[in-house]
Structures are given as structure tokens and as C-alpha cells.
């Protein structure tokens, strides 16, 4: 555990952040639908900074990677921290550096005085469930997340 580090990332950690991304659609079946590119990353991550990304790494290797932002609660009156993507590389699972990624995020929520931080999870995804399930964390079976994009989201718009 003293080899884990946590660091912030840079307009420079762009290509890894990608990689990151794909390696984690990859494990989610997904791949096809990564659109993403370097360019659109820079504008949303670094120029707008709309979300943010740290690392975890074992010692000076990055291991894995969290994209958070901030959501807002009107029922708490606070903003919150929502999880949009958290990936460890398979061989350094079970070793805490998903836990420190956590952690790290839990740290970030209490220190800004957030509500809560939230995250979602697909269902196949038993693993993640009860690594979940082993920090404390709770699923909110009674809420179902929906959606607008592509055309739907363009028509709509209109």
C-alpha cells in the first residue's frame, strides 16, 4: 500500500486518459461506442474544465484512473461528486488502488463539503458490485437512469 499515489491529471495525460477509456469500454463491451478523441478530451477536461481525472499509481506507473464532476442535489441544497468512470488495469485488481481511488474521491467530496458521491454500475458488473458492496456503498434499485442522445437528444432540442 505505501507504493499507491494518487496524482491529478495534466493537458499532457491526454493520450493515457484515452487509453484509459477505451481499455475500460473494452471491459465493458462497448468499445464501438467510443467516440471520444484527444481534441474533444482537451476542450472538455482542460479548456472548459468541465470534469477532472486523477490517477492512481504504483509508484510511478498509472494503474488506473477516475473521471469525476460535480452533479447537484436540490433535496440536499449541495453539490455532489458523480463518478463517471473509475478503471484499475486487471493485474493490479484486488490491491487497493480502486479502493485508494475511491478514497481520494471520498476525500475531495468531504473537503468541498458535498452531499454524497455517486456512481453507476451495469448490472453484469458482479465484481464491481461487490467490491462496491464492500465499502458501504448502497444501489438505488428504485431509481432507473434515462437517457437523450444522438438524434433523440438533436430532435428534442428543436
Known amino acids: 500500500m505505501e507504493n499507491i499515489k494518487i496524482r491529478e491529471a495534466q493537458r ?12 475500460l469500454a473494452e471491459y465493458e463491451k462497448m468499445l464501438d461506442q467510443v467516440v471520444a478523441d484527444s481534441g474533444t478530451l482537451e476542450n472538455w477536461l482542460f479548456d472548459k474544465s468541465i470534469a477532472r481525472v486523477i490517477f492512481v499509481m504504483d509508484g510511478d506507473k498509472e494503474v488506473g484512473f477516475a473521471l469525476f464532476f460535480h452533479n447537484f442535489s436540490t433535496f440536499l441544497g449541495r453539490a455532489g461528486i458523480y463518478l463517471e468512470d473509475l478503471y484499475v488495469l486487471p493485474e493490479y485488481r484486488g490491491r487497493g488502488f480502486g479502493k485508494a481511488l475511491l478514497k481520494e474521491l471520498s ?35 428504485d431509481w432507473t437512469v434515462y437517457r437523450l442522445t444522438g438524434k433523440a437528444l438533436e430532435n428534442m432540442a428543436r
Open 12 to 23: 499532457t495525460d491526454i493520450p493515457l486518459i484515452l487509453d484509459f477509456i477505451k481499455k
Open 107 to 141: 476525500k475531495i467530496a468531504v473537503d468541498m463539503g458535498c452531499g454524497r458521491l455517486e456512481w453507476s454500475c451495469l448490472d453484469w458488473n458482479t465484481p464491481s458490485i461487490e467490491f462496491y458492496r464492500s465499502l458501504g456503498s448502497v444501489s438505488m434499485d
